[in-house]
T-cell receptor, first 115, second 115 residues
């Protein structure tokens, strides 16, 4: 079975500072990893993904994520946070073998960026 | 705009009733996924359809059923509703086969309130 852990319910950061939202995963085979963002009363928006290749993946709105196979992690990062980045962030995983194409999501991390 | 359309956006009903949620996937996407988002359970995968056939099943209650029609739109039927069924129900779609790059595209969701 595949699973995702987001150990922090909430992350607070000051605008202009770097941010990190943590994610670890468990899956059979090679992982397909994703980050989504959800603004209040909206659907989930795709940010970025790792399928294969370079461990550092760049996505929308200046976000990036680093895949670390030995630590089974896929942390979301941004060099300089904006107040408008405040939202709920979900990490998701899908195995390359079995399990179909469904994504398994973590419980989400609320990011709060303050002035 | 993800291209996935869900109706209704909001629905208020009473316990014991039955409701139908509707989803139109992105043009060209053959797969439809249903997820339930609640405060205590997070994002839970319910069921996936591919080109009219059930492909994968998750934590879907027996009181719930879904189908995908020849025009590829999908409906999620929730019956004998209980207070605990109050949640945000998301539909997502994806391409399949060689064009599949893993990410799902989510609709804005249908918020169900059971009183």
């Amino acid at each position: 079975a595949q699973s995702v852990a987001q150990p922090e319910d909430q992350v607070n950061v000051a605008e202009g500072n770097p941010l990190t939202v943590k994610c670890t995963y468990s899956v059979s085979g090679n992982p397909y990893l994703f980050w989504y963002v959800q603004y209040p009363n909206r659907g989930l928006q795709f940010l970025l993904k790792y399928i294969t290749g370079d461990n550092l993946v760049k996505g929308s709105y200046g976000f990036e994520a680093e895949f670390n196979k030995s630590q089974t992690s896929f942390h979301l990062k941004k060099p300089s946070a904006l107040v408008s980045d405040s939202a709920l962030y979900f990490c998701a995983v899908r195995g390359s073998t079995g399990g179909g194409n469904k994504l398994t999501f973590g419980t989400g991390t609320q990011l709060k960026v303050e002035l | 705009d993800s291209g996935v359309t869900q109706t209704p956006k909001h629905l208020i009903t009473a316990t014991g009733q039955r409701v139908t949620l509707r989803c139109s996937p992105r043009s060209g996407d053959l797969s439809v996924y249903w997820y339930q988002q609640s405060l205590d359970q997070g994002l839970q995968f319910l069921i996936q359809y591919y080109n009219g056939e059930e492909r994968a099943k998750g934590n879907i209650l027996e009181r719930f059923s879904a189908q995908q029609f020849p025009d590829l739109h999908s409906e999620l039927n929730l019956s004998s509703l209980e207070l605990g069924d109050s949640a945000l129900y998301f539909c997502a779609s994806s391409v399949e086969g060689a064009a599949n790059t893993g990410e799902l595209f989510f609709g804005e969701g249908s918020r169900l309130t059971v009183l």
